[in-house]
């Protein structure tokens, strides 16, 4: 039991320095996307020191990725109770906070939209260079209505300010408001900006990759390029093989398809998204569906990784591939189980239709 915590205080300790910040492994793995690796060190850590405020920050972040919609508030408010001084504990709570009021009616949405400004603008006030809070601050002004703070110009001076610490976040975020004022031109060129401005970029090659994947400008040469480029950046991430086995499944490429998702489970183990991103095209055209059938069966095999579509979601989505193969009580069946995973699944939908 000793060697067992001193392994987990080694992990929580050992930290190393990403983008100017320092960061634990937690924080490094949440980064590269490995949601349940990080869950095991944050909630061993929790129960060894439940006041710790950065165990309490990641763990608000962690049931977060993973939908759950009551844990990451309290946790995220006792990270900044704990500590009132660290900029991204008030920007988790923040991000909580939005979160929250994507599901709020207008009044509770008027409150929160407030207390997350009030967050934000800490975050912002203790570390000016957080660049997670100015795309946090960009998106709110983008999306939030005018009543409760949202202001175009005032996202775009955002944007400003994240290219002045950050180029290829500058560029990232230009795209990102081009794209909202439907300006797929410019969101291109930004795009390819920010991999001219930074080649070894995982996330803006990734970024262009999944621009090309779009139905209204769809380039899946470049799409699998770019991709590609990212996998030799980066194997152990699951982005770069999702995008090639949407781009292969579009393509009809059946042969790289069934060995990018193979690479990607061996590499991956952890994250089984590139077999639902895939199913999911070749349902939306209509093709393969056997195929499609056998690739939501593997997905379901394990846990969803943290914000990959969910357990839920791949059940209803499995129900349509059975639907359209006239197997209506096994689809019936899987739009069951999605309900009782969540109740607001689209699900409810398909039965009432199927009825």
């Given at each position: 039991?000793?060697?067992?915590?001193?392994?987990?205080?080694?992990?929580?300790?050992?930290?190393?320095?990403?983008?100017?910040?320092?960061?634990?492994?937690?924080?490094?793995?949440?980064?590269?996307?490995?949601?349940?690796?990080?869950?095991?060190?944050?909630?061993?850590?929790?129960?060894?020191?439940?006041?710790?405020?950065?165990?309490?920050?990641?763990?608000?972040?962690?049931?977060?990725?993973?939908?759950?919609?009551?844990?990451?508030?309290?946790?995220?408010?006792?990270?900044?109770?704990?500590?009132g001084?660290?900029?991204?504990?008030?920007?988790?709570?923040?991000?909580?906070?939005?979160?929250?009021?994507?599901?709020?009616?207008?009044?509770?949405?008027?409150?929160?939209?407030?207390?997350?400004?009030?967050?934000?603008?800490?975050?912002?006030?203790?570390?000016?260079?957080?660049?997670?809070?100015?795309?946090?601050?960009?998106?709110?002004?983008?999306?939030?209505?005018?009543?409760?703070?949202?202001?175009?110009?005032?996202?775009?001076?955002?944007?400003?300010?994240?290219?002045?610490?950050?180029?290829?976040?500058?560029?990232?975020?230009?795209?990102?408001?081009a794209?909202?004022?439907k300006?797929?031109g410019?969101?291109?060129?930004?795009?390819?900006?920010?991999?001219?401005?930074?080649?070894?970029?995982?996330?803006?090659?990734?970024?262009?990759?999944?621009?090309?994947?779009?139905?209204?400008?769809?380039?899946?040469?470049?799409?699998?390029?770019?991709?590609?480029?990212?996998?030799?950046?980066?194997?152990?991430r699951?982005?770069?093989?999702?995008?090639?086995?949407?781009?292969?499944?579009?393509?009809?490429?059946?042969?790289?398809?069934?060995?990018?998702?193979?690479?990607?489970?061996?590499?991956?183990?952890?994250?089984?998204?590139?077999?639902?991103?895939?199913?999911?095209?070749?349902?939306?055209?209509d093709?393969?569906?056997?195929?499609?059938e056998?690739?939501?069966?593997?997905?379901?095999?394990?846990?969803?990784?943290?914000?990959?579509?969910?357990?839920?979601?791949?059940?209803?989505?499995?129900?349509?591939?059975?639907?359209?193969?006239?197997?209506?009580?096994?689809?019936?069946?899987?739009?069951?189980?999605?309900?009782?995973?969540?109740?607001?699944?689209?699900?409810?939908?398909?039965?009432?239709?199927?009825?």
């Amino acid at each position: 039991m000793r060697r067992a915590r001193r392994i987990i205080r080694t992990l929580w300790l050992l930290g190393g320095c990403i983008c100017g910040y320092a960061q634990s492994v937690p924080e490094r793995l949440i980064v590269e996307g490995h949601w349940k690796q990080a869950r095991a060190i944050v909630e061993a850590r929790l129960r060894e020191a439940p006041n710790d405020p950065l165990a309490n920050f990641l763990f608000s972040q962690v049931r977060n990725a993973f939908g759950d919609r009551d844990a990451p508030l309290p946790a995220a408010e006792k990270a900044v109770a704990l500590d009132g001084h660290t900029a991204k504990y008030h920007r988790q709570l923040a991000e909580v906070l939005g979160v929250a009021a994507q599901h709020a009616n207008v009044l509770q949405q008027a409150l929160l939209a407030r207390r997350f400004r009030k967050e934000i603008d800490t975050a912002l006030a203790l570390d000016p260079r957080d660049t997670q809070a100015w795309r946090d601050l960009m998106e709110f002004y983008l999306l939030a209505p005018g009543i409760i703070g949202g202001d175009e110009a005032k996202a775009a001076i955002a944007a400003q300010r994240l290219g002045a610490i950050d180029s290829v976040e500058g560029l990232l975020a230009q795209s990102r408001l081009a794209e909202y004022y439907k300006q797929p031109g410019k969101s291109e060129e930004f795009l390819r900006e920010a991999v001219r401005a930074e080649p070894a970029s995982y996330r803006a090659r990734i970024a262009l990759a999944q621009f090309y994947l779009a139905p209204a400008h769809r380039n899946l040469q470049d799409a699998e390029r770019h991709a590609h480029d990212a996998l030799t950046l980066d194997a152990t991430r699951v982005d770069a093989y999702t995008v090639l086995a949407e781009a292969y499944a579009s393509g009809e490429k059946w042969s790289e398809l069934d060995g990018i998702v193979a690479a990607g489970a061996k590499e991956v183990p952890d994250d089984l998204a590139p077999y639902y991103r895939a199913a999911d095209r070749l349902l939306s055209a209509d093709r393969d569906l056997p195929r499609a059938e056998r690739y939501l069966r593997t997905y379901l095999q394990q846990e969803p990784e943290g914000n990959q579509p969910s357990a839920a979601e791949a059940h209803w989505k499995l129900g349509l591939v059975l639907e359209k193969q006239a197997r209506k009580s096994e689809a019936a069946g899987e739009w069951r189980e999605a309900l009782r995973l969540d109740p607001r699944s689209p699900a409810a939908h398909e039965l009432k239709r199927g009825l």
